[in-house]
């Protein structure tokens, strides 16, 4: 009768292996796939590693950018000179006030493009470097060049038509644009709302921004709660808004087996626990929760690392083992990230099959006897 018992017990159905079975078959795998009993020296050394720079630690917080002329950008520039006007002056304005010295105004001059080799190039003045330049560094230039031409000349530079120091937003977001920036200074939540903001909700979008060979990225979630993430941006600046789905998969003896998706600022395994209804109490093996995951190997101990298999992109198959029998686990558990694509795997306790075996049985019995006394 005991073989019969136990023969139907491992024909009845199942959710998944049981917590023996997770750890043989990683033992029988050898070096291959790592356990690693989840403790708070493990849990604080993968959220040291999932703490990433931000972007005031990156490019530090920034300055208003500065007017600099760049090749392709138009430029506006006046020339003005005392009387009597020699070079440019084309009319003389008399004043109404006596005593006052009346004053030439300059020849209406075609805008200036600067051209590839950076350069501009003005009657009686020449070709002129004007490229690197701020406005006021290229009047003082023309100023000195007309010394001893033009009488007392004063020079006027703006800038037309800004090439060079822009900001290009792309990604999830109503528009594409480049953005001029200015003397004001331009912050990155002030190019995001330049695009017409982001088309996903805040908690599921994070913000990328390329400068020169740095590349960062931030939950844009955080960049609102921490001022200090919002920096000023600099000209060529590429930022990228990404919509980021992430989710977890909760299987086995859970109330809710599910994909469930979480913001970009992260997600704890007790958030998770919560997230799914918890354990199920008739079944959950309280010590045979698992974490499936790729880990990257910097979070791992050298040791352990060393002797792994590796996947092509270089992480390490990894299941973390969580035994919530143990109080402590709890306060663990608020600590203990989860990432995306984790499987949160929850056994079955070893005499739920048994139970489930009784059940049927007892439900054949109970139906024979029914049976037998409506026949009688």
């Not at 040291?48 to 990156?58: C, N, T, V």
């Not at 805040?202 to 844009?220: C, E, F, H, S, Y």
């Not at 992430?246 to 007790?270: H, K, P, R």
């Not at 959950?284 to 101990?301: C, K, Y």
């Amino acid at each position: 009768m005991l073989s019969i018992v136990l023969a139907g017990c491992t024909s009845l159905g199942s959710s998944g292996p049981s917590a023996r079975a997770v750890v043989n078959s990683a033992r029988d795998a050898g070096a291959e796939i790592k356990v690693i009993d989840v403790t708070d020296a493990v849990a604080r050394n993968i959220l040291r590693a999932d703490q990433h720079m931000g972007f005031a630690e990156a490019f530090g917080e920034g300055v208003p950018a500065a007017m600099i002329i760049g090749k392709g950008d138009a430029l506006d520039i006046g020339i003005w000179e005392a009387p009597p006007a020699a070079l440019f002056g084309t009319m003389m304005l008399q004043s109404a006030m006596p005593g006052i010295e009346p004053v030439a105004r300059n020849a209406n001059l075609p805008q200036q493009v600067v051209d590839d080799e950076g350069m501009i190039t003005l009657p009686f003045a020449g070709a002129i470097p004007a490229a690197g330049k701020t406005p006021r560094e290229l009047e003082k230039l023309i100023v000195g060049r007309l010394a001893g031409k033009a009488h007392l000349p004063q020079v006027v530079v703006r800038i037309v038509t800004n090439r060079t120091s822009n900001v290009t937003i792309v990604g999830d977001v109503t528009t594409s644009a480049v953005l001029p920036l200015t003397p004001k200074g331009e912050r990155l939540l002030d190019a995001v709302a330049a695009a017409g903001g982001v088309k996903q909700s805040v908690g599921k979008t994070t913000i990328q921004i390329a400068r020169g060979g740095n590349v960062v990225t931030m939950p844009l979630e955080t960049i609102i709660r921490d001022p200090r993430q919002n920096i000023y941006l600099s000209a060529q600046d590429v930022v990228t808004v990404l919509f980021q789905p992430y989710s977890f998969t909760a299987l086995g003896a859970v109330t809710n087996n599910a994909e469930i998706s979480f913001e970009g600022t992260g997600l704890t395994l007790a958030q998770a626990l919560g997230r799914i209804g918890g354990l199920q109490d008739s079944r959950a093996d309280v010590r045979g929760v698992f974490i499936f995951r790729l880990e990257s190997p910097e979070v791992l101990d050298p040791a352990v690392a060393a002797t792994a298999r590796r996947t092509p992109d270089g992480k390490i198959p990894v299941i973390y083992r969580i035994d919530m029998r143990n109080p402590a686990t709890f306060f663990v558990a608020q600590g203990f990230p989860i990432h995306n694509r984790d499987v949160l795997y929850v056994s079955n306790a070893p005499g739920v099959d048994l139970q489930k075996f009784v059940s049927i049985v007892s439900s054949m019995a109970f139906s024979v006897i029914g049976v037998g006394n409506a026949l009688n």
